[in-house]
């Protein structure tokens, strides 16, 4: 989807553009040590992570009052299948909209992500424009 966008993108600027495009994802940056660390028991995977501890931790570490730690749900993370049907089962996520649960969030835990993720993408950045 964002490959094919990017793509649109560059040819509507032009060929001749001196232009260039680094897509990431800041999870592919943090070290199975840092995931070890933020989940010690245990790694649900990215699939089950949107707006769980990860993200959570990351936003105590930077915008603190923004989070409202007293609703989040306590709800074991959902088990989907290994393959998607369309259209989407909505019956698959709960009505909380949560895939798993954020407890287990902390400022520490967002602030030693954060540091990892500038690091190893400002890296990745000079690596490839430097």
């Not at 993108?9 to 680094?22: I, K």
């Not at 992570?49 to 959570?56: N, Q």
């Not at 407890?103 to 424009?129: W, Y």
Request: aromatic share 10%; hydrophobic share 45%.
């Amino acid at each position: 989807m964002w490959a094919a966008r990017i793509d649109l993108g560059l040819r509507d600027v032009g060929g001749s553009a001196a232009l260039q495009v680094m897509r990431l994802e800041y999870w592919d940056f943090l070290s199975e040590a840092t995931l070890a660390t933020v989940f010690p028991d245990g790694f649900p995977g990215y699939a089950l992570e949107h707006a769980a501890v990860i993200e959570t931790s990351l936003m105590l570490h930077y915008h603190p009052s923004l989070v409202r730690l007293d609703l989040i749900p306590d709800e074991p993370p959902v088990d989907f299948p290994p393959y998607d049907v369309y259209p989407t089962r909505k019956h698959w996520v709960p009505l909380s909209g949560v895939l798993s649960s954020a407890r287990g969030s902390s400022a520490d835990k967002g602030e030693a992500m954060a540091n990892e993720l500038s690091v190893r993408i400002a890296a990745a950045i000079t690596h490839e424009f430097g």
